[in-house]
């Protein structure tokens, strides 16, 4: 099972400022690369997959980057809006396609 | 309109069964896989696993194997997620979710989600 570690666990921005997320999967997943947004009360929205294709309707403030076995989303320029919680998710080998533990980005 | 609709919120006791719906609209069902996910109470995501209604194939996360049951019926475009002895630790929020693509070899990214079932296991 690939294990996948997302970093920092909290990110405090100020709105306006530019939030960069980690994922690092324990063996290459190739492109095979998934972020999401939560925010309380609702179910996960895809932002990203393919590693670095916005999904529709997604922002283009919102960026994905890396292949392998490392991983970045960067919000370039924080909403009000973009303060959530962010997984990652590997769907190159399943069972089981295993979700990172998540990154809240919180309002400095 | 692209949707899965899911079944309302329950509370049992331990040991008791359910049985939970995801209904699927808008799309050729029997096309895409069909996950689930578990989110205990302020937890993160979990896979728990997916099936491909147009043949039942079936695949389980190892951590969920043997603990629940993942079943479709195609001619009304319902996936259903199922326990036969609930614990306390099967209280969390369960999501079911479509990939983006419809691809039978592979389940991609998911795009499309269900609002959540929450179910609460309590004495």
């Known amino acids: 099972e690939i294990v996948m570690t997302q970093s920092p666990a909290t990110l405090s921005v100020s709105p306006g400022e530019r939030a960069t997320l980690s994922c690092r999967a324990s063996?290459?997943?190739?492109?095979?690369l998934a972020w999401y947004q939560q925010k309380p009360g609702q179910a996960p929205r895809l932002l990203i997959y393919?590693?670095?294709t916005r999904a529709t309707g997604i922002p283009a403030r919102f960026s994905g980057s890396g292949s392998g076995t490392e991983f970045t989303l960067t919000i370039s320029s924080l909403q009000s809006e973009d303060f959530a919680v962010y997984y990652c998710?590997?769907?190159?080998?399943?069972?089981?396609?295993?979700f990172g533990q998540g990154t809240k980005v919180e309002i400095k | 309109e692209v949707q899965l609709v899911q079944s309302g919120a329950e509370v049992k006791k331990p040991g008791e069964s359910l049985k939970i719906s995801c209904k699927g609209s808008?799309?050729?069902?029997?096309?895409?896989?069909i996950g689930w996910v578990r989110q205990m109470p302020g937890k993160g995501l979990e896979w728990m696993g997916i099936i491909y209604p147009g043949d039942s194939d079936t695949r389980y996360s190892p951590s969920f194997q043997g603990q629940v049951t993942i079943s479709a019926d195609k001619s009304i475009s319902t996936a259903y997620l199922q326990w036969s002895s609930l614990k306390a630790s099967d209280t969390a929020m369960y999501y079911c979710a479509r990939p983006s693509i419809a691809a039978r070899r592979f389940p991609s990214a998911f795009d499309i989600w269900g609002q959540g079932t929450m179910v609460t296991v309590s004495s």
């Open positions: 393919g590693a670095s």
């Open positions: 998710q590997q769907y190159n080998n399943w069972p089981p396609q295993t």
């Open positions: 808008g799309y050729s069902f029997t096309s895409y896989w």
């Open positions: 063996q290459s997943v190739s492109s095979n």
